[in-house]
């Protein structure tokens, strides 16, 4: 059973281009969150989604920044007219349950993102 | 923010048993003690949970206090690929809440 994915795992971007970051959830994992990791920070929670749906958004920036998961293919995060301060490690993490259960959460390798 | 507070950082020799202590003196009745790892570069990766009984598995050992208070990982025989930043993270079990609340955990170094 493959791990979580995530592409690209480097990814560089040019100040006002898009980026846009995949996850592909553990096989029969229908829950996903981002986090981003700042330069020796810590992880920060951005975004929770199921299938089709926005659970928690409580940590997206509200401006340029979207995500989605769709019944088909991977979770994406969009950065919209990336800025230098958007230049950090991305993990997309997966669980098989709601947070209502006990379940741990499986994080993917992550995207670097540098913006020049 | 983080409920947790950890040593920045703590050496351990090759072999030895590595303690990590966490305080969380505001845990609630319904707040579970999760601790990840992160080697470096890496996502992080689940080590072990608890609620106030002691629990063990194949990685690691977790005591938490009687009053829940505070908790301590234990590697038994840390190596070096242990060497890594130990994150001690609390959580409720129930509503919708999803997310870990990640401080600035233990850097811990195994060194030969």
């Known amino acids: 059973n493959a791990g979580v994915m995530q592409n690209p795992r480097h990814l560089v971007r040019r100040r006002g281009q898009e980026a846009r970051l995949r996850c592909s959830p553990m096989?029969?994992?229908?829950?996903v969150y981002w986090y981003r990791q700042l330069p020796e920070e810590g992880l920060k929670f951005m975004v929770y989604?199921?299938?089709?749906?926005?659970?928690?958004e409580s940590g997206m920036p509200k401006e340029r920044f979207s995500a989605e998961f769709p019944k088909e293919g991977p979770s994406i995060l969009r950065i919209q007219q990336v800025v230098r301060g958007d230049s950090a490690a991305y993990f997309c993490?997966?669980?098989?349950?709601?947070?209502?259960?006990?379940?741990?959460?499986?994080f993917g390798p992550g995207t670097r993102l540098t913006v020049l | 923010d983080a409920k947790t507070t950890q040593p920045t950082s703590m050496d351990c020799a090759e072999g030895r048993a590595a303690n990590l202590p966490c305080n969380h003196s505001?845990?609630?009745?319904?707040?579970?003690v999760y601790w990840y790892r992160q080697i470096h570069s890496q996502g992080p990766q689940y080590i072990i949970h608890?609620?106030?009984n002691n629990e063990t598995n194949e990685m690691a050992s977790l005591i938490i206090t009687e009053d829940r208070k505070s908790s301590t990982l234990i590697l038994p025989h840390a190596t070096l690929r242990d060497t890594a930043v130990y994150y001690c993270?609390?959580?409720?079990?129930?509503?919708?809440?999803?997310?870990?609340?990640f401080g600035k955990g233990t850097k811990l170094s195994v060194k030969p």
């Open positions: 993490a997966s669980s098989p349950l709601a947070p209502s259960s006990y379940n741990e959460q499986f």
């Open positions: 096989k029969g994992h229908s829950h």
């Open positions: 989604l199921q299938k089709e749906n926005i659970i928690d």
């Open positions: 505001t845990i609630s009745g319904n707040e579970y």
């Open positions: 608890g609620l106030k």
């Open positions: 993270i609390v959580r409720p079990l129930g509503g919708s809440q999803g997310n870990l609340i």
